[in-house]
């Protein structure tokens, strides 16, 4: 993993902030979870008006501000139709309806990615991994490992539905 050097320096700036201020690990968090999404070099770039312009408040919220959506609240936490789940600002493919599964945590699972459509980025707590989209570094969620859900993966893609768009599997007449 190649971690750019003001990431570094973003991380030991809030390590001293929170030793300095005395803020605990949840304010840490918080801090750094207000960053905003990066996309990488090459790859769908827009600057925030831009991105204001074609999503919605909630969507610009959650994947350029690394938002939360409510639990429960998603569009897709209950949803089982076949097809496809892109990126809701790029529209780049991330899951198959195939790997998602009902895990009852309030948002929508899925147990693997498409190869090569999400970036994993462990937050500076180390307590969890941040998911984004690789082709416009729209925040989806986060992953989970080892939680004995029984996937072939042994992971949770815990993703705001916000941060989808389903595109139904076409019916082969």
């Known amino acids: ?8 320096l973003f991380f030991l700036f809030t390590l001293l902030l929170s030793s300095i201020f005395g803020l605990d690990s949840i304010c840490l968090s918080s801090v750094l979870a207000s960053t905003v999404a990066m996309a990488a070099p090459g790859s769908v770039q827009k600057g925030d008006e831009e991105w204001r312009a074609v999503l919605s408040p909630e969507q610009f919220r959650i994947l350029r501000q690394k938002g939360t959506e409510y639990p429960g609240t998603g569009e897709y936490v209950n949803f089982d139709k076949e097809g496809i789940y892109g990126c809701a600002g790029c529209k780049a493919p991330l899951y198959k309806s195939t790997t ?4 009852g945590c309030g948002w929508p699972a899925f147990f693997d990615a498409i190869p090569g459509a999400i970036t994993r980025t462990v937050d500076a707590d180390g307590r969890r991994t941040e998911i984004n989209c690789a082709a416009c570094g729209g925040h989806l969620g986060h992953v989970f490992k080892g939680e004995g859900f029984g996937t ?4 949770r893609h815990c993703v705001n539905s916000v941060s989808l768009k389903f595109t139904p599997e076409k019916s082969s007449l």
């Open 1 to 8: 993993m190649i971690i750019s050097n003001s990431k570094i």
């Open 100 to 103: 998602k599964f009902n895990a």
């Open 152 to 155: 072939p993966t042994d992971e």
